[in-house]
């Protein structure tokens, strides 16, 4: 099995503070990501969403933080309920002047099922190209 690695750097016109609440808070989560009942930026914290493309199959995705290291670093695992396969997501947070270097990182796709077209690598490409160079992007620097 071919290790798969999603990893983006981006640079957001604001203050790390201002990154970290928005990737923890989740009255700021809903307004560029999902909307979800309930989040806390702790080690052990579980979470759920439903999400996939309209009018496609929706999966639930089910996570749970594995580290936290304020305004620099958060960490969750990433399963879909029902199918094999965990991969690992982290929020990289730093200074870069005034301005916020953030690197996303997405290890572990390769663990998925390869037959679920849903699951493939290019899939998670696409989705958090759209998520750091719209929703977010246009969150922070709005």
């Given at each position: 099995m071919i290790p798969?690695?999603?990893?983006?750097?981006?640079?957001?016109?604001?203050?790390?503070?201002d990154v970290w609440r928005a990737i923890?808070?989740?009255?700021?989560?809903?307004?560029?990501?999902?909307?979800?009942?309930?989040?806390?930026?702790?080690?052990?914290?579980?979470?759920?969403?439903?999400?996939?493309?309209p009018g496609g199959t929706q999966y639930l995705h089910h996570f749970e933080i594995v580290e936290v290291i304020?305004?620099?670093?958060?960490?969750?695992?990433w399963t879909f309920v029902g199918y094999e396969g965990i991969?690992?997501?982290?929020?990289?947070?730093f200074d870069e002047g005034e301005y916020t270097k953030l690197i996303l990182t997405h290890s572990g796709l390769e663990s998925f099922p390869a037959d679920i077209p849903d699951f493939e690598y290019h899939k998670?490409?696409?989705?958090?190209?759209?998520?750091?160079?719209?929703?977010?992007?246009n969150f922070l620097e709005q």
């Open positions: 798969k690695t999603f990893t983006a750097e981006r640079i957001f016109k604001a203050a790390r503070k923890t808070e989740k009255d700021l989560m809903k307004q560029w990501y999902f909307d979800l009942p309930e989040f806390k930026a702790e080690v052990g914290f579980t979470f759920e969403v439903t999400g996939g493309e304020p305004e620099r670093k958060l960490m969750h695992t991969s690992y997501l982290s929020y990289e947070l998670f490409e696409i989705g958090w190209n759209h998520i750091l160079d719209i929703s977010l992007k």
